[in-house]
């Protein structure tokens, strides 16, 4: 069934897949390719909604399965939804609670009905089906909202992997029907593991249904880095070209840049605010391991390319200090500077789509990594 979509191409790269759009969401527009910070209970950790605006964020994710624990998803909507529960009024995408249930899978059993699963917290009994995620989601008043689906390990065997990604194909008609006219958009997953037929063969299906986005699911759980790349040729082309294509929980900037290279409008993941947490830092040059005896004295920021708040008014060696001290302050200025620079490699990337330069854009990129 073709729906109509709220996305729009803006500029196709003469040299390859990569392409520039803007998707249309309750809460505005949103320029693609996009990273989204990752704020799974409500909050992008360590981090204010303010930080985030001045770093560029346009969107940011909250994640149905956690939010439907704790603190629940009627006292969010006695708020006005996440939006106003914590203070942020640009687009939501929520994660349905699928990766979170395969994550947990000692703790869930998988139905045709849905996944019951006892509680991370308190060990209670939980249900979460198709129609329940859409009703969750909706009180939760995101923007975008994704449909249950069953996440596939790696490796798993054909057979394993046709029925889960069948049951996820059921799973997203059922959540099409439980959806009701509030505006807010629904993105289909597109899972299918390690198997190509499988994941033609889904892509067909999710868009008989017709959704307002896809997004590819089953990726990075374990895969070697080689064949996540021959899944992302195999399935990106498979999803129309007229929606928003979401790489769900990927990665690295270099994860990115291969995916914008090959047609991706979409990505999240918690590296760059979990590795700042860890001290590992993301430059133009490369990774920087903060707590390293080599800035105990650099006078220099984190990157002298880079333009946000952490670089502008920090050195190395106060970062260090911080993080070898375990103060709170290094875990909000090394947030910071990740997400900037997630953000910020989105937005030249975007520039160079549009000047037709991604490729040498690309080139350079892994140049000043390999210098």
Not at 119 to 147: R, T, Y
Not at 316 to 342: G, K, V
């Amino acid at each position: 069934m073709t729906t109509a979509s709220p996305y729009r191409l803006l500029h196709q790269s003469t040299e390859c897949p990569a392409r520039c759009g803007s998707l249309s969401t309750l809460h505005g527009d949103i320029l693609t390719p996009v990273f989204m910070p990752v704020g799974t209970l409500a909050t992008v950790k360590s981090v204010t909604p303010e930080n985030l605006l001045d770093l560029g964020a346009q969107i940011i994710l909250g994640n149905t399965y956690h939010l439907f624990i704790r603190p629940g998803h009627e006292l969010i909507q006695t708020f006005g939804g996440l939006h106003g529960f914590m203070n942020w009024d640009k687009p939501i995408l929520t994660d349905s609670g699928g990766f979170q249930i395969f994550s947990l899978q000692d703790l869930a059993r998988i139905t045709e009905k849905g996944a019951e699963f006892r509680s991370h917290l308190d060990g209670s009994n939980l249900f979460l089906s198709p129609e329940i995620a859409v009703q969750v989601q909706e009180a939760l008043g995101s923007d975008i909202m994704m449909v249950l689906d069953t996440c596939i390990p790696y490796p798993a065997t054909l057979d394993e992997a046709a029925r889960a990604t069948a049951l996820t194909a059921r799973w997203a008609k059922r959540c099409r029907q439980a959806q009701s006219n509030t505006g807010q958009l629904l993105f289909g997953i597109l899972q299918g593991g390690m198997y190509p037929k499988l994941r033609r063969e889904a892509a067909a299906e999710l868009q008989e249904i017709g959704f307002d986005g896809y997004a590819l699911g089953g990726l990075s759980v374990g895969e070697p880095k080689e064949m996540m790349h021959e899944m992302l040729d195999e399935s990106v082309h498979l999803l129309p070209d007229s929606h928003a294509k979401y790489l769900m929980g990927v990665g690295t900037p270099e994860d990115l840049v291969e995916g914008v290279y090959r047609g991706v409008d979409m990505f999240d993941c918690v590296m760059p605010t979990r590795n700042a947490r860890n001290g590992m830092l993301f430059t133009s040059q490369g990774r920087v391991v903060i707590k390293n005896a080599c800035n105990r004295d650099d006078h220099r920021p984190l990157d002298e390319q880079c333009s946000c708040y952490t670089c502008r008014k920090y050195s190395r060696a106060y970062l260090r200090h911080l993080f070898q001290c375990r103060e709170i302050l290094a875990y909000q200025l090394n947030s910071i500077h990740n997400l900037h620079y997630y953000c910020s490699l989105m937005a030249d990337m975007r520039k160079a789509i549009t000047e037709n330069r991604f490729m040498a854009f690309r080139k350079d990129f892994y140049a000043k990594r390999d210098a």
